[in-house]
Nanobody, 126 residues
Framework: QVQLRQSGGGLVQAGGSLGVSCVLS????????MAWFRQGQGEEREFVAH???????YYADSVKGRFTISRDNAKNTVYLQLSSLKPEDTSGYYC????????????????????WGQGTQVTVSS
């Protein structure tokens, strides 16, 4: 069974930083493309960042220059470092996985991914 287990997140003041991480099991990590999405209450799931199998990184314009996605194939883990946080970054953050790479603009769509983490809340206070 393919699973994603998330950790991290929490409460931070505007301008601060924190990280979230996600461990993949049941699928060879090196062959998986990974992504982060976020979803506020009553809102649609929104693309945040994508990392390809080879480490190519792609971001939503709203987080470019502030967030960093990375992967550690030895630990089967994808990370999202969030910096210069704004109150509008407050959301539930979800990692996602798919077998093989996806290409623009497809990797920005939630239905490109077949496995999702349980979500973790990030709250930014003003």
């Amino acid at each position: 069974q393919v699973q994603l287990r998330q950790s991290g997140g929490g409460l931070v003041q505007a301008g601060g930083s924190l990280g979230v991480s996600c461990v993949l099991s049941g699928r060879p990590f090196s062959s998986a493309a990974m992504a982060w999405f976020r979803q506020g209450q009553g809102e649609e799931r929104e693309f945040v960042a994508h990392i390809s199998r080879s480490g190519g990184r792609y971001y939503a314009d709203s987080v470019k220059g502030r967030f960093t996605i990375s992967r550690d194939n030895a630990k089967n883990t994808v990370y999202l470092q969030l910096s210069s946080l704004k109150p509008e970054d407050t959301s539930g953050y979800y990692c996602a996985s798919r077998p093989g790479d996806s290409y623009y603009p497809s990797y920005r769509r939630a239905n490109e991914y077949d496995v999702w983490g349980q979500g973790t809340q990030v709250t930014v206070s003003s």
